[in-house]
């Protein structure tokens, strides 16, 4: 029986706030398989905001989507046929084969994941791609000492949660900034951080940063970029250290985000201020997940999963994360294993 694989194509480049047009659905039949190769199905999709910046056709750290293909980003499957000696059936596997229910892969497009070491989803966050980025660029960057101040903006999502617990292991005090109470409360009750503050229902950022931060800002990890971070510069210590991981709040913004010039504090504070992507320390991942992983067998990391249930949500799950509805990392759960090995 021919299989039939569904796809979420780039249906059309987005001007500002990506929406349903956006996507479009479509099914092919599922080919042959050859020699190396490895059918796999589908069990979760990763939702992540660089994927907006690839809807664009402009020239970044990695290529653009092509309109009328799939969507690609990183997922995890379970391998229904094989015929490769790497790889049999019911193996789970780690790739870039993105929102599709089939994928037929080359063996060296996939890595094979030990489903006993953890829930399988981690491996698209906490020990995945996002809990990488969050151990290089607060390490790598941000360099936290004890008893420094380190305050993330973007606190309660994949990154940021894993942030702060990092700064924490290092001995730093930490401020999350999120976008809810239930938010705030989980930052500073399940994940122990020392302050949170409601961006919301926040009148004066300043201020509050003055107060939350009495000694000024060390370390600021930088997930959302726009006034919040305007705010946090006008806090930073000398010798301050900012990690730049991504810049949410301009994403979808149909005009040149501007702001307050940065470069005057960056002098006056001796302050250094480096963007990043994982990409970057892609020859040193097992390092990074080797770490996380003893963290989190030692029980000095915790993660929190928001987890849609079925692909035809993979577009509303994607939309959601610019109203801030997730608490974690954001996944789709596409379907459950059929073999157990």
Not at 68 to 74: D, T
Not at 192 to 213: H, P, V, W
Not at 294 to 312: A, M, N, V
């Amino acid at each position: 029986m021919t299989l039939v694989n569904k796809q979420i194509i780039l249906a059309e480049r987005p001007k500002g706030m990506p929406d349903q047009n956006t996507f479009r659905f479509v099914k092919q039949d599922v080919g042959e398989l050859k020699e190396g190769q490895v059918l796999v199905r589908t069990l979760y999709v990763s939702v992540d905001p660089y994927m907006r910046g690839r809807m664009e056709d402009t020239e970044s750290y990695v290529e653009p989507y092509k309109v009328n293909e799939v969507i690609e980003g990183g997922a995890i499957g379970e391998v229904i046929d094989s015929k490769s000696d790497r790889f049999q059936q019911g193996d789970v596997v780690l790739g870039m084969f993105g929102w599709q229910e089939y994928y037929i892969a080359n063996e060296k497009e996939l890595r094979k994941i030990d489903p006993s070491l953890a829930p399988i989803s981690t491996h698209l966050g906490i020990l995945g791609m996002t809990g990488l980025t969050a151990y290089f660029g607060l390490l790598d960057i941000g360099q936290p000492k004890e008893g420094e101040t380190v305050v993330i903006s973007g606190a309660a999502g994949a990154v940021g949660s894993v942030v702060g617990q990092i700064a924490k292991i290092k001995g730093a005090r930490v401020v999350g900034i999120a976008g809810s109470d239930e938010k705030i409360q989980y930052l500073q009750e399940e994940l122990q951080f020392d302050e949170g503050i409601n961006y919301r229902s926040t009148k004066n950022m300043e201020e509050a940063l003055k107060e939350a931060c009495p000694d000024g800002i060390d370390v600021y990890f930088d997930n959302v970029g726009g006034e919040i971070s305007d705010a946090v510069f006008t806090q930073l210590n000398r010798y301050a250290r900012i990690p730049v991981c991504g810049a949410i709040s301009s994403y979808n913004l149909e005009k040149t985000d501007l702001g307050p010039r940065v470069q005057a504090t960056l002098i006056k504070k001796s302050a250094l201020m480096q963007g990043f992507t994982v990409g970057n320390y892609a020859n040193r991942f097992n390092e990074g997940a080797m770490q996380l992983g003893q963290w989190l067998q030692e029980g000095k990391l915790t993660y929190r999963e928001t987890i849609k249930e079925g692909f035809e949500n993979i577009p509303n799950a994607f939309l959601d994360l610019f109203k801030g509805n997730n608490v974690g990392k954001l996944l789709v759960k596409v379907a459950d294993r059929q073999y157990q090995n």
